[in-house]
């Protein structure tokens, strides 16, 4: 039986963590590996990302439903994780809803249009983490694991432990993150395989 795991990482085109999230994805489809692999980070069709109107706040619910449904998060960690801040951009946790303006997520050209969430309320621990708040999509992935008692797996866009990659949300995580990348017999860098698969179970 397949499971769903999803992948939380920073995907700047050209200072992102792709390369890590890459590899995982080519574990789930070759014939080598084997691995039952579901990648649940990208934004698929049919989901709200599709709809015009798409704001960070439609996002982070959806993030939500992925990471619900998902059995594993696996968090990729680069030098630039601790700086995004994409996504922290709503004020409607502070302000009312005329004071409030975001810029839809496929549709940055066009501007700005003013906030179309009506009324908010607080969440309970057991609810999902708000989709009204401050947090960027990285920390809002990560709280969501949290907060659904998801397994977390911490790896590094590294073949080293960079403890100092780390965002301070994730103070205390420091002793489970580890290297994705390590050096073969052949001196080439590979991802990390058999972690990979023992930490998921398979």
Not at 27 to 37: E, S, Y
Not at 159 to 170: D, G, I, N
Request: charge should be neutral; proline fraction near 2%; charged fraction near 30%.
């Amino acid at each position: 039986m397949a499971k769903q795991v999803y992948i939380s990482a920073d995907y700047d085109k050209l200072n992102g963590d792709r390369d890590v999230v890459d590899e995982l994805n080519k574990w789930g489809t070759d014939n080598l590996h084997k691995v039952d692999f579901i990648d649940m980070s990208k934004v698929v069709s049919g989901t709200v990302a599709k709809d015009d109107d798409c704001r960070i706040c439609d996002l982070k619910s959806e993030f939500n439903r992925q990471i619900n449904a998902s059995s594993a998060v696996i968090f990729v960690v680069g030098d630039k994780t601790g700086s995004r801040t994409a996504g922290c951009e709503c004020k409607r946790t502070s302000l009312e809803q005329w004071q409030c303006s975001c810029t839809p997520y496929h549709r940055n050209n066009m501007g700005a249009k003013m906030c179309k969430v009506s009324s908010t309320c607080s969440v309970s621990e057991d609810d999902d983490v708000g989709n009204i708040n401050c947090f960027s999509y990285l920390r809002h992935e990560f709280e969501q694991a949290k907060r659904r008692k998801k397994p977390i797996v911490i790896v590094y866009n590294s073949t080293r432990k960079e403890s100092a990659w780390l965002p301070s949300y994730m103070k205390g995580y420091e002793d489970v993150a580890r290297p994705f990348w390590k050096i073969n017999c052949l001196g080439n860098k590979v991802g990390d395989y058999l972690y990979i698969k023992e930490v998921l179970g398979f």
